[in-house]
């Protein structure tokens, strides 16, 4: 089994930056596929960003040129910097690994963007 640990949502004004991490522990040999998803209250989830161990990445046009996901294998952890945001980029964030994106879940962090 895997463990995800989310931190860094907030509450920021609109242009302004945060940034989330994710800590995984346990069974961490599976965790080829690590990013992050979003769910907007009335909405589906959504993917945002996923990075591969050997630093493939995919973003969603939303935040293209926005966020940036990065990852620290040796720490098993995942990053997304998130800039220039947005009030339509409020949402629970939500850390993702394992061989593919999907296989474990966080617990979620939620990000406010006021206008």
């Known amino acids: 089994q895997v463990q995800l640990v989310e931190s860094g949502g907030g509450l920021v004004q609109a242009g302004g930056s945060l940034r989330l991490s994710c800590a995984a522990s346990?069974?961490?040999?599976?965790?080829?596929?690590m990013g992050w998803y979003r769910q907007a209250p009335g909405k589906q989830r959504e993917l945002v960003a996923v990075i591969t161990s050997g630093g493939r990445t995919n973003y969603a046009d939303s935040v293209k040129g926005r966020f940036t996901i990065s990852r620290d294998n040796a720490k098993n952890t995942v990053y997304l910097q998130m800039n220039s945001l947005k009030p339509e980029d409020t949402a629970v964030y939500y850390c993702t690994a394992g061989i593919v994106a999907g296989n474990y879940w966080g617990q979620g962090t939620q990000v406010t963007v006021s206008s």
């Open positions: 346990g069974s961490t040999f599976r965790l080829n596929a």
